[in-house]
């Protein structure tokens, strides 16, 4: 019978650590051809088919070295170079070294403890197929790809300059040569003005950001010669050379991505279910905790503790104090608001972001922050304006809804 060892392979002098494999310990190899050998050191042994699941769990780049023949018998090389190390290892008895035993057991207990995490607490948090298929039909909108267009155009500061061109143009003129000959457009004119492809509001090629020419290209027909558009810095004749339409990502190619997303905003909630109810069976005590219980802070203290600190974690763990100690004060909604904002603007962990700020909507509806908010949750994947303190950023958000 075929012994397996399982260790973790770091691929020779490379450096680069590769994956966990299962190796044959003795030289007893059936007669399939799944099972010939692929490589052996002594009485330790590769088969092919080993080598070839080694190679599939690899990443796009090193499965694309590594799956050629020449590639695997690279690889074998490496495998049994490490295996030669392994072995003079063990002969120099660093198997029973104090150090490597200490090191162990570590790593052992770190590896005891994800299993955990993956196998328990984060199976218990993974959505089912129709969360998932139900999350995508009500959130298409985040799956969409949003229309895009390429264009190109003649810039002056002169409208009548560009009528006069216009005019060139629908005679026959190609738009290219008079905008390398005419524009003023010192970014786009050595291109024949071209702008590349933006999306709606998006940035433009040599412009930047322009509402009045984004929202032109994308009320026009491909290949029609504007007018004149006046826009920030002047008038432009607009062309789209190209329109791609807004589309639905498919359902098989977000999948995954559904799954990770409602596993994280799960998992929160999940691991305190399991945390709670695997501790009843432990007499566990957090020394530290109860003294500082014994001089416990006011929300104006916390608040100011978490103003004050530069770990972003340890002000989500001040604010979060306020909500749980005093969630009637005055500064709870906003401690709960700025635990949201951390996560967003720090951390960009969007899903405790996202879950923080709408328990701001739906446990403070009445308070300042509330609108706030709300705003910010329409606004996660985009930059916020800069504010010095929670009044100066609803004093800005007002500013730009109006």
Known sequence: ?????????????????????????????????????????????????????????LSDQQKAKFKTPEGKAELADLLIEEEIYHQEAIKEGFDKDKDVLEMLDKYKRSLLVNQYFDRVVKAKAAPTEQEIHDYYEA????????????AQHVFSTDREKLVKLKKEIDDGEPMTTIAHLHSEDEATRADGGNLGYFNPGGYIRGIGYSKELSDAAF???????????KWEKGYSLLRVNEIRPAELRPYDDVHDEIEALLTQQNLKDVKESVYA???????????????????????????????????????????????????????AAEALFMIGFVYAEELKIIPDADRALNRVINEYPNSEIAATAEWMLQNLDKPLPEFEDLDDLSDKIKEQSE
């Open 139 to 150: 959130n298409q909108d985040r799956y969409t790809k949003q229309p895009i267009v390429r």
């Open 219 to 229: 009320s026009m027909q491909k290949g029609i010669v504007s007018d004149p558009i």
């Open 277 to 331: 109810e695997v501790k009843k069976n432990y007499r566990a005590t957090n020394h530290i905790a109860e003294e500082m219980m014994l001089t416990q802070r006011t929300p104006e203290e916390l608040w100011n503790l978490a103003q004050t600190s530069t770990d972003s974690y340890q002000r989500i763990r001040h604010y979060e104090q306020i909500v749980e100690k005093y969630p009637d004060s005055n500064y």
């Open 1 to 57: 019978m075929k012994a397996k060892l399982v260790f973790a392979c770091t691929i020779g002098l490379i450096g680069a650590m590769l994956f966990v494999i299962g190796c044959s310990k003795d030289g007893d190899v059936s007669g399939d051809a799944s099972d010939e050998l692929a490589a052996e050191v002594e009485d330790w042994t590769l088969t092919r088919a080993e080598l070839d699941e080694i190679v599939e769990s």
